[in-house]
């Protein structure tokens, strides 16, 4: 997992392999992300503003859904 400076986020990770991103929140949820290209992955990690790449790149275009504990 790959700590994310964000108010919103806490951590990314990324399986290359089946080109899935996973993204915990601060409140603790996880989300995967199907058939997200890997250069989505590292943009996010070395976004500025890592929130605000998100809502612009990965919410609009990718439907996550919610990893059971």
Known sequence: MTP??????????YDAATQTL??????GVSYRYANVPPE???SLTRAESAGQYFTAHVRPQYSGEKVQE
């Open 4 to 13: 994310l400076q964000s108010s919103v986020m806490q951590s990314a990770d």
């Open 22 to 27: 996973f993204i915990t929140f601060q409140s």
């Open 40 to 42: 989505v992955f590292t």
